[in-house]
């Protein structure tokens, strides 16, 4: 590429910025309107395009859901956007693969703001340009909110709880599965995270911006599966504090869990726990429900009476 294209190619990637989540459209649009948006943020890039029939075949293959009344919704948009951005590097069952990783461990919006802000970056990186945007005044005063949230230990989203679980064969993932969703169907803005599939660096940053949290761990050999273990371990480095937390144990001979994860906590300041504790034994039973419809209800109670 001579210096004059370089130059060229770079003037119209520093332009480059894609809608997040929350701007892309919230009624539905047909598929012509689908195809002619997603283009419209990847023209700068010959080849990066979408045809009708591309968009049915990823219907047909399950990478998308079907439309509802022949239109596509903001969460189909967010992963078309991303297929058109990578299908020239990534095979179709890769991204099938990638999709399904994703839906285990975050929602559309938050995996697709990611992408959004990681490829923005990267071209940034690719062409040599300065991807950091200078803040603005208005930006600073919100930086410098978020410092002083962070700095005093105060949550940023009070309301939402993080339903964190490290689980060896599965049963007590699903059981805070469950969990999270007692909560959610309890009016609850909740957020997953499998400890054993998602970097530390999220389940801290989520617990220290929500102001809730549910602790399901497996005991293992008498001690905490050490993805519990470990994430526990980081936020008494970071001196986390200031959180109501309800915990859920599994253990088929000498459950220590609960045990466990309370020691810890116990040792951080601030830390209001929930008394009732579920307590498994293996997979989840009529007599665990009732546990976690206790645990579930007393958390929000709490919350109530926090906010
Ligand atoms: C390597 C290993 C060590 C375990 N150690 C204990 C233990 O010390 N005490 C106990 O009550 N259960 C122990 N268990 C049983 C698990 O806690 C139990 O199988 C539990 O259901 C696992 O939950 P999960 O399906 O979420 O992995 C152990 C299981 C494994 C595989």
Known sequence: MNAETKRRVAASAAGFALPRYDQLPTMGLYLDQTVQYVNSHFRTFPGMELTGSMVSNY???????????????????????????????????NIQMLFAIQQEISTAERA??????????????????????????????????????WSSYKPEAPAEILVASASIHGHTLAAARTMAEKLRAAGAKVTEIDLCRTDVSYAVAEAFRCGKMVLACATYDGFLFPPMETFLTHLKTKNFQNRIAG????????????????ASLTGMKGITLCEHIVSIHGAVKASTEAQMDALASEIMARCAAAD
């Open 59 to 93: 219907v047909k293959k399950g990478l998308i859901t079907h439309p509802v009344r022949k239109k596509y919704m903001r969460d189909q948009i967010a992963y078309l956007m991303y297929i058109v951005a990578v299908k020239n590097v990534l095979s179709m069952e």
């Open 247 to 262: 915990l859920m144990e599994n253990g088929m001979w000498a459950p220590m869990a609960a045990k466990l994860m309370t």
């Open 112 to 149: 697709y703001n990611t992408f959004c802000a990681e490829l923005e970056s990267a071209i940034g990186q690719v062409f040599g340009l300065d991807a950091a945007p200078r803040p603005t005044d208005s930006d600073l005063t919100g930086y410098l909110h978020l410092y002083d949230t």
